[in-house]
């Protein structure tokens, strides 16, 4: 093979890795800007630049497809993908092909939720908590990654007694639920509570500060409604990879910022979690890319402190 066929071949398997994960991302994301910016370069024989173009979205969205399908495997995702391979060999195509035939068969592989845990619907509209969150984010988060955690449960409770439990009851409980499926509780039961919650502590026109009970008790605790921010900033930029921040409560009434791995909760540790951001990829990443930064701090535009300090007063 020439160098010329070799860039050709190159040049080739760049476009077929970009179509495979256009058409991927357009399923996940199909009215996004990004799809259409990307789509353009693909239609005609690509060049450079347009593998460039290919590599960056590559990079840019593949990291949240394999969050996906991450979850919804509940398995180690073993891809290793190095900007020198997606930008000088082929074999970014093959990897870039593993990663959205993964993706795809994670949502093939997803059942539809029937029950005893449903989806219940989001309490706003998708677009709601714009611009702070967007809509396309908030629709596949909730559609598609909180619908995963909901069948994964469903599917490790089925057949078990745990049928009739409360997802709370059961994520409080792990420490003695049977162990063959300990893991799958853990990732599935503490995602579909933890979202579920996520859902409610949010809210259009959301943001300020929480008044009576739960603001004396953050003073006396951080020092103030600024301090707490700061703290629980800190905790949820400082949590290296999947997880959660957040701020709970003890049974002495003592709060506590804390972060939790993957979908782990405070409550099985014997804490109730008031408020949480969610720290996945899949939470900001269309918009904030890795910004996390940006999107705890857009965060704090939408908590809902109602519900917050509700929580605090159960
Ligand atoms: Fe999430």
Known sequence: MGPKARFDGADNAASAAGSTVAFVASRAMASTRAVREFMSPLSTRASRASRNRVRSFAFRHVGPLIDSARQQNNQPFNLMI????????????TAALAAAATFTDALAQAP????????????????ALEPHIDAATMGIHHGRHHAAYVAGLNRAVAGTDLAKKSVEDIVRGLATAPE?????????????LNHTLFWRMMKKGGGGQPKG???SAMEKKFGGFDKFREAFTASAMGQFGSGWAWLSVDDKKELRIEATANQDSPLTAGRMPLLGVDVWE???????????????????????????????GK
Not at 82 to 93: I, N, P, V
Not at 122 to 127: E, F, I, T
Not at 180 to 192: D, E, F, M, V
Request: glycine share 6%; hydrophobic share 45%.
């Open 282 to 312: 899949h939470a900001y990443y269309l918009k904030y890319q890795n910004k996390r930064a940006d999107y705890v701090a857009a965060f704090f535009n939408v908590i809902d402190w109602d519900f917050v300090a509700e929580r605090f």
């Open 82 to 93: 190095t900007r020198r391979t997606a930008l000088k060999t082929a074999s970014a195509a």
């Open 213 to 215: 009970a739960l603001a």
């Open 112 to 127: 539809a939720p029937t029950g005893p845990f449903t989806l219940a619907p989001l309490p706003y509209a998708n677009d």
């Open 180 to 192: 063959n499926i300990r893991t799958a509780l853990r990732n599935h039961g503490g995602g579909h």
